[in-house]
């Protein structure tokens, strides 16, 4: 286990290095230089000249480069080219609302798939399966910044539950931090409940295939008490895999569903710097979801040999 | 054939129908405004009724289609183009430095969302349908490859490989002749549930303003500029919304109906 952990931390690290790479030398190519930017047309030669040097614009890519990863290890992400405040600072703030919010998304679709698709494998075939299967077709299709908005016309404007929008801050207390972020949680945890519940059903169906469900069922079990000793166990291997990898899906969508509700998140962030050309904290964002997507999937790679000792050996 | 096959082929037909019609014909000009007319909910004359401009959502609804398809179908063709090329030279020099070098690039790109992508490209060369054509491609080029490369690796330990081995013609020609055609399949069933995804992506960076702008139509703007009205005049919101429900679930069904048809084997294994 020592080696397998070793060779994927080995490759995550490469994996990180590779991609800020990419991320640094695309942004690079960037039309426009942002200290003439931040100063406008009418600036003076000189004073452009010695923003330069004080963004340390005058470097050469690999000198910027470095010093550029080296101040992202150290938690310095340079300074906002609009808002000249540190970057590390805007990120974090905006952190602590896409992060919990694709947990809490992540924590919703898991309550839902769970019962879901183990109901509909115990039902296979039955109509309870078919209403469940088909509920999940639908789920799939629904793009979740729109079912948000449906959720807004009947949870805040007819019924008033919810405000439409906004994030009340977690200086508030838990409650309200928590039930401004629940309509955009369940927005973005259907689409995923439904690729889960999927693969939750199929996880369960194949394994109630196998031999040693069989031998269960011999030994006197009943269908339900095989299922829920024997299947679940053994189902949760790709179960647990895909709520990994779900996670960078949730992240994504998070940016996305930010906007329906005004929520002062990554997302938002993100944008703004787009439309004012900050492309220090593009790059910066940019790095900080890749990093999260790698990470995730180096931890996902952790748990499944954890769980499954016969892929330790194999890579 | 299947029932989701049937049913699956109808609505996307649906939609292509609209999307194809739309370029000689459409109840009114998408782009004509009438203030007067605006936000009528629908009715004899605008079917689907108008937006905050007095623009008919039938005819916008039509036009969107166009935008929607072309930039799912030239994304996955991208996709495709790339990644099975890409997947079949992994399988044949299996084990070697380029297989590894292949799959050790498509785990990296597998690491950038196709909305990080487009975020990238929007930040450098600004916003487009274009730009959101290339995000949605690049991140669609390793789904294919090692959706290939998995369905090819078995396909090499077969008798009829080695017979074409044994006769003489090389690793381009094998992967060409015997091995694409064996996995064709595989890459339709796919390049539907691809296509159906990149009509969600692409309508999820229009709303964010990453995607097609004013005045090519696209859901995903529509669904943007109907937010702050859905109070209102809900049907805004519900129409384009629905043209992306069904374009997506009558692929997806495609998709799941085209592989229980084309696998029968597969059929068996999963019921």
Redesign the interface.
Known sequence: MLRYTLKRSL?LA??LA??SL??FF??E???GDPASFMLGINAEPDTVAALRTELGLDQSKGERYFAWVQGMLQGDFGMSYTYRTPVAGMIADRMWVSLPLALYALTLSTLIAFPAGIYAAARRGKSGDMAVMGAT??G????N??FA??L??IFA?NLRWFNAGGFAGWESGLGPALHSLTLPAIALALPQAAILTRVMR?AL?DILGEDFMRTARAKGLTRRQALWRHGLRNAMIPVLTIIGLQF??L??GA??IE??FFLPGL?RL??Q??SS?D?IV?ES??ML??FA??LV?FLVDLAYALVDPRLRSRT | MTRNLILGGLLSSLVLLAALLSFVWTPFDHTALNIPAKLQIPNGTHWLGTDHFGRDIFSMVMVGARTSIAVALVAVGIGMGLGVPLGLTAAARKGSWLDELIM?GN??V???????IA??I???FGAGAVNAIIAIGIFNIPVFARITRGAALPLWQREFILAARVAGKGAVRISAEHILPNVANLLIVQGTIQF?LGI?AE??LS???LGAQPPTPSW?RM?AD??TM??FA?HL??I??SA??VS??GL??MGDGLRDWLDPKLREV?E
Do not use: C, E, H, K
């Open positions: 490759s490469l994996s590779v991609a990419v991320i695309v942004i190519v960037a039309p077709q639908l799939v299709a629904v793009p910044f729109w908005m449906i807004v016309l404007i199929s169906l960078s899906f992240l994504a940016i996305i906007q329906v997302g993100v944008f710097a787009i050309r492309l593009v964002v940019v979801l890749v997507v790698i999937n | 050790r785990d990296l597998f690491a950038f969302p196709s909305l990080v975020i990238l929007t930040a450098i159906s969600l309508a999820g709303y964010v303003g995903g669904l109907a937010q859905v109070s809900p919101a519900l384009p919304g992306i429900i997506v679930l997806n069904l999963r």
